[in-house]
Structure formats: C-alpha cells, structure tokens
C-alpha cells in the first residue's frame, strides 16, 4: 500500500527532556484496518512517542501526519469529577461536533459500561472510568486510536469486549495503536514494534524480541 494512504505516517521524531533524548528519530507508517502494539520498558518513552503521535506534545524534529481522525486514550484519566458521565458526553458531542450520542450508546453498550450516566466519574470503579474514557475516545468513530496501556483495571470479561471492539473497527478499516509494556497480546496485533534506545523496532510477535 502507497504510504500516502497510512492514517499514520511517522519520520524521524525527535524529543529531550532538558537535554536527555527520549526519541532518537522514529519513524512508522499504520495503513488503514490493522492493530499495531509498541511495547517498550518503563522509561522507553512509550507515552511520550504517544502524546506526540497525538499532538498533545510538539517533538524537536520531525513529523506526524495523520490521514484522518484520531482519538486518543491517554493513560492519565481525562475526565472531569465536576461532570456527570451524561454531561462528560454531551462535552464531546459538541467538541466532536456530533449529531447525536448513537455510537457513545453503542459503545457503552459494547463494553457494558455498568455506571448511571448520572453518576460522576469520582464514584464509578476504576474499569468503568476507563470504560469511559475509552468511549470518550471512540464516540466520534476516528480512523486512528491511540490507546496508552488501555486494560488497566479491566476485568477479563471487559478485556476481551475491548478486543471484540478492536477488531470490530479494524473490520471497518479503522486501525488501532496499542502502547504497552507488556507484549502478551501480541498474537491479537497485526504488527508490533519495541521502543528502544529512542528507536522503534520490527519486534516479534511471539514476544521474545
Ligand atoms: N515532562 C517531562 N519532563 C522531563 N522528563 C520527562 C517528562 N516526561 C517524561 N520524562 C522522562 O522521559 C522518559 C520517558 O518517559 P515516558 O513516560 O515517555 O516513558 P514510558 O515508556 O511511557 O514509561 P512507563 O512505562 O513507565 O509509563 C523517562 O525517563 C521520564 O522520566
């Protein structure tokens, strides 16, 4: 596939921190319908290489282009405890600039979100936050998720829903980026790369690389 079609294309992004290179030059390209992991050790700048490919962080040098819409589940929780889930929804339609909630719904849905959408995210479990999180990140259907260590607090029914999920909107030819430090789901990605000496590498998908 011509690397102008990629909904993501990565050249030789470079980012210190005070002087300390994290990002050496990266370079990636995803196409449209695959599921890609970057595993990395604590420290590899799995989130930093993560909020750049977001735009949340600009890099010293080189570029990101995105060939279309992305959603972004950070590690750190997005939502707001001033709001209610149902009003954490309604932000984003606007922000979104969506007609209505119809796949919001079909996502809490998909992932049997167990909280009142009156409720504030202070009194949900941790799972179901990051249930809403992940809903919050999907609502608008992007052609690209970057999803930072999306299963923590997950429970194994709703890790499994997350991956029904993930592969539904690979068969839509959405594609997914998966940033871990742990490879164990390695069997369900297309591609998985390792984040090392501020470079991304091919790694192995049985997880010994
Ligand atoms: N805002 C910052 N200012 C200075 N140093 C930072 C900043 N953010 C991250 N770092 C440093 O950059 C390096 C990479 O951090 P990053 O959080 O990107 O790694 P990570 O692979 O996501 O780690 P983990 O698996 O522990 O979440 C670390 O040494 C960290 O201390």
Redesign the pocket.
């Known amino acids: 596939m011509p690397s102008d079609e990629a909904v993501l294309r990565v050249r030789d992004v470079r980012k210190s ?2 002087g ?1 290179p ?1 990002l050496r030059g990266v370079d990636l390209d995803l196409p449209p319908g695959r599921v890609a992991g970057v595993v ?10 993560l909020r750049v490919l977001a735009g949340d962080l600009r890099p010293d040098g080189g570029s990101v282009r995105h060939g279309g819409r992305i959603g972004h589940c950070p ?1 750190e929780t997005v939502l707001h405890d001033a709001f209610t889930v149902d009003q954490h929804l309604r932000f984003f339609q606007v922000a979104y600039g969506l007609e209505d909630l119809r796949r919001a719904e079909e996502l809490m849905e998909a992932l049997r979100f167990s909280g009142s959408r009156r409720a504030r995210p202070a009194t949900l479990s941790g799972g179901t936050r990051q249930k809403l999180n992940l809903v919050l990140a999907l609502m608008h259907d992007p052609d690209l998720l970057l999803l ?2 999306p299963y923590q607090g997950f429970d194994w029914e709703t890790y499994v829903r997350f991956w029904d999920l993930a592969e539904e909107l690979r068969g839509r030819g959405r594609s997914v980026l998966v ?1 871990s ?1 742990l490879a164990y789901d390695a069997a369900r990605l297309d591609t998985l790369h390792r ?1 090392e000496g501020g470079v991304l590498r091919a790694a192995d998908r049985t997880g010994a690389a």
């Open positions: 921190y005070r300390n994290v990395g050790e604590n420290g590899a700048g799995k989130t930093t290489l590690q930072d260590e940033v430090h984040l």
